[in-house]
């Protein structure tokens, strides 16, 4: 009989916690909007401000935290449950019954509700699903480095031009980060400054290290921060990092939507760069809230508009594609401003896991890949393995596009990403498998350097970048010049005369990389650009 009793009660729990519904509650007010915008700093750090303005982004309503009057009164409201909050869409994710949410219409500051649950009435079935399958699955471990999956995206020549993301600052979004403060891998940065604080969304807990239900987040770090000496290099290792647990790994809600968005708009609040996040929604434990296929139009679903508004405050958001293969991209990977992230093998081959594009997102998905399959990883035991995953494609580009961005900081993060999206292998026969395909950094960066260095006044030079000869076009009143090239260290390395008789010169002997270049003429005009020798 008890166990019959106690079979009871459990059901009857079941019943009480799928009672409990999501919904996002939007207010149709802020307070001391105005005085705000006028003192941003009230608001905003200060690097956040910096960056919004060198990228010409305007600081907005959007920027003005929620009314915190208005969240009091909600949770103070009977049957009501304030998950998280939303400055970007003046709103809070709520959890309780249809009724006391609904009841919250009354409300005179709330404006309309969204449930999660987009057909009240449909019929639920509930399935525990983990999204990290295929990334918990360890492949028999093989000792080795990074060296395949970096000069994969030839992120390495980068680091060699000393752009290893020195400067720049990248948040990730993870499911946990165990160990991360403690652990040999992460020495280095630790002894640099570059572990910066972080927060636990989920728990509302400022100790980002104290959940270990997942070290997925760990793992993710290792390919972009990690670094063991003479074993594993991560893609920006210089770089400074905040960390944001977003992900319940025990549990699929539309909840850890909102927990992505507060943290999003943190980043955004602290002056990141870059977000690289090694997650997906679509569907969910309760059915009734599971997107649709359709629903994945980079509009609809609510990380995926968080994520258009993240970019629209400058931001550049790497993101995971997923790991369903055929059965597409999810949320936030759909949005036509996220950089979406598939995965190939050891080869450039597709990896099979990898998902797919289609004609219903607005643009082209995935925008590009790395490897994902068989990747390396250090784990919370500072063990190096291999796993496979987008969520680890995703953060290998991710480390590699800031290098990028660190060498061409007066560039959009559009810019950057369609930098990056020429670069790539399939550029000009892009597929729902590899999109563009497997980028060139080093490619990505000579495009935008190219671009830049033939606005010159005085003189024509072509090619740049120049493989063999370099040639020069004088201008009517110049009969000679002194050609003088300088290494990044500010070192001269070469230094020629020419003239308009012989135009042009042999630089086959000069070393593959970037060279400031100087040109003075007998006019004693001169010019100054940079030269890339491939």
């Known amino acids: 009989m008890q166990k019959k009793l106690l079979f009871t009660g459990l059901i009857f729990f079941q019943i009480i916690a799928f009672a409990q519904e999501d919904a996002w509650v939007f207010f149709n007010a802020k307070s001391n909007v105005s005085n705000a915008l006028a003192n941003p700093i009230s608001i905003l750090t200060q690097d956040a401000i910096d960056r919004k303005n060198n990228h010409g982004v305007s600081i907005d309503f959007r920027d003005v935290p929620v009314d915190e009057l208005y969240i009091t009164q909600l949770k103070s409201t009977t049957g009501i449950t304030v998950m998280a909050k939303s400055k970007w869409f003046n709103a809070v994710h709520v959890r309780g019954t249809e009724t006391d949410i609904n009841n ?238 598939g995965a190939v093998d050891a080869n450039g081959d597709y990896a099979s896991f990898s998902s797919q594009g289609s004609l219903i997102q607005p643009t082209q998905k995935p925008d590009v890949v790395a490897r994902g399959a068989s990747s390396y990883v250090i784990d919370n035991n500072n063990i190096i393995m291999q796993n496979s995953g987008t969520s680890f494609s995703s953060p290998i580009m991710a480390g590699g596009i800031t290098c990028l961005w660190q060498a061409l900081p007066n560039k959009t993060n559009a810019e950057i990403m369609q930098l990056v999206r020429e670069s790539a292998s399939q550029y000009a026969s892009p597929d729902f498998f590899l999109g563009y395909g497997i980028p060139d950094l080093q490619a990505a960066l000579n495009l935008a350097l190219s671009v830049e260095s033939l606005n010159l ?36 390395v070469f230094n020629t005369s020419m003239n308009k008789n012989e135009p042009s010169i042999n630089l086959e002997s000069l070393s593959s990389g970037i060279y400031i270049a100087k040109l003075l003429a007998d006019n004693k005009k001169s010019n100054t650009f940079k030269l890339i020798k491939e």
């Open 104 to 341: 919250l219409l009354v409300l005179p500051f709330v404006d309309h509700i969204e449930f999660a649950d987009q057909s009240l009435n449909a019929s639920r079935s509930f399935e525990i699903k983990n999204k990290f399958e295929i990334e918990e699955a360890q492949i028999t471990f093989v000792y080795g480095n990074t060296q395949n999956q970096v000069e994969m995206i030839n992120v390495d020549n980068l680091h060699l031009l000393d752009y290893t993301g020195t400067g720049m600052v990248v948040a990730v979004l993870d499911a946990g980060f165990p160990n991360v403060n403690t652990m040999a891998a992460f020495q280095r940065i630790r002894d640099a400054g570059n572990l910066l604080n972080g927060y636990d969304f989920v728990d509302r807990n400022t100790d980002v290290y104290a959940n270990t239900s997942s070290d997925h987040g760990t793992k993710v770090l290792s390919d972009m921060a990690g670094f063991i000496e003479n074993q594993f290099v991560g893609t920006a290792p210089d770089a400074s990092y905040y960390l944001f647990r977003t992900e319940d790994a025990g549990s699929e809600n539309p909840v850890e939507e909102s927990y992505w968005v507060e943290a999003a708009e943190r980043a955004d609040s602290l002056g990141v760069d870059v977000i690289n996040t090694s997650l997906g929604y679509f569907d969910f434990d309760n059915a009734s809230y599971d997107y649709s296929t359709a629903d994945m139009n980079g509009i609809t679903a609510f990380i995926t508009r968080g994520a258009n508004i993240a970019f629209e405050k400058g931001l550049l958001l790497v993101n995971s594609a997923g790991n369903s293969g055929a059965n597409g991209v999810n949320a936030p990977a759909d949005s036509a401003n996220v950089f979406s992230i």
């Open 457 to 492: 006044n005085e003189f024509k030079i072509f090619p740049n970048p120049v493989q063999h000869t370099l040639y020069i076009v004088f201008t009517e009143n110049t009969e000679n010049i002194r050609l003088e090239l300088y290494n990044i260290l500010g070192i001269q």
